[in-house]
């Protein structure tokens, strides 16, 4: 199991080299963009597959997250304090080396959080926020749980779309780069397309081994008992509660980190990164990949957030997703790539080939 999961691993790596690799070969690098971006909201999809598909709970909040990593991020490293310099907790924050100075598009001053430690605050929130939600509403069920993650998010919207330090409609812009070591920046500048795309897919594949680890470890077996009965898990010894409550706290921090980085790189974000759509779009995905199957919902991640950034769907973006979810609910309630799918037609594969000999 431990080698299979390795091999996987191996497989994305190499995929990823080639998909670049033919990019350059067939001059059509401006595809990188758009794959780099699906990366970023892939590391959403398949931190809410651990949450859906494993433990059980369904999220439809989680563009809330996204939006808190974000908005946190963007408006600590755009928010000038260039007017505070002289009080003594910002030349305190000056010496540690938490503040950078920099100038905006205009030629302007700034003195502004520097983006890791913008970064370090931003997931920090993010965990104490889904700390704080998960604990309450984690202990309702089925249509109640969907109800009450449903409103979370619609909470976040609003409060983004309507508070001017976070630009209301407009959002925040002019965030800079996010300086990950020297020479090593996330940025969506053309120069650095083909690093970032390495940086983004870098991340996807250590989210990937994480979770990968984690769903086949003794945690894995217990979310498995939890999502299978609740009563029986609870019976055996499994701590409903904590599993559930830290699984939840795991995909928001995924979400959140997806927020950051997508945020620096495209130099901004807007109000539309928490709406409702965006939660219901992540749902849909983790469904139509297999509610058990992490890398069934990368690859569903990766295809769909693709073909909606390069505008195939259109004008009827969110339709296309609204309709996915409801064909899927309907016909395949497990996903497309559910794993017991797999090893249904791997066994009738082989049944035949024995049938024949």
């Known amino acids: 199991m431990k080698k299979t999961r390795h091999l996987q691993i191996l497989i994305l790596i190499v995929t990823v080299t080639a998909v670049q690799l033919i990019t350059q070969a067939t001059d059509t690098g401006y595809f990188l963009t758009q794959l780099t971006m699906s990366a970023y909201y892939s590391l959403v999809i398949i931190g ?3 949450v859906m598909g494993y433990a059980g709970q369904i999220s439809i909040g ?4 996204f939006a808190i990593g974000g908005y946190i991020s963007a408006l600590l490293t755009t928010h000038n304090l260039l007017p505070y310099k002289d009080t003594s907790f910002i030349t305190l924050l000056s010496k540690t080396g938490l ?4 100038q905006d598009l205009y030629g302007t001053d700034l003195l502004t959080v520097q983006p890791w430690a913008a970064c370090i605050l931003a997931i920090l929130t993010t965990i104490i926020i889904a700390y704080v939600i998960g604990g309450p509403v984690l202990k309702l069920k089925g249509h109640y749980l969907a109800m009450a993650t449903l409103g979370f998010g619609i909470i976040i919207f609003r409060i983004v779309l309507g508070t001017s330090v976070f630009g209301e409609a407009d959002g925040l812009s002019d965030v800079p780069a996010f300086a990950l070591l020297p020479g090593i920046e996330v940025s969506g500048k ?4 083909i690093l970032n795309y390495y940086i983004a897919w870098t991340m996807v594949v250590i989210g990937m081994l994480l979770l990968s680890n984690l769903v086949n470890s003794r945690i894995g077996r217990a979310l498995r008992s939890i999502h ?3 009563d029986a898990a609870n019976a055996m010894g499994v701590n409903i ?3 559930k409550l830290r699984t939840f706290v795991l995909s928001a921090v995924f979400a959140s980190v997806a927020g950051i980085m997508l945020t620096h790189y495209n130099g901004g974000i807007g109000p539309s ?10 749902v849909a995905i983790v469904a139509i990949g297999g509610m058990a199957n992490l890398w069934g919902a990368l690859i569903m991640g990766v295809l769909l957030n693709f073909l909606s950034l390069r505008g195939y769907f259109g004008s009827m973006d969110d339709a296309v997703f609204g309709t996915i979810l409801i064909i899927i609910m309907l016909f395949a309630p497990n996903g497309l790539l559910r794993l017991e799918i797999l090893s249904r037609l791997k066994r009738s594969k082989q049944k035949t080939e024995t049938e024949q000999a």
């Open 62 to 65: 989680h563009a809330g997250f």
């Open 99 to 102: 503040l950078v100075s920099r």
């Open 228 to 230: 299978s009965s609740e």
């Open 241 to 243: 509660s904590k599993y």
């Open 273 to 282: 990164e928490a709406s409702v759509m965006k939660s219901v779009r992540y």
């Open 48 to 50: 809410l597959s651990l």
């Open 190 to 193: 053309m120069p650095v397309r």
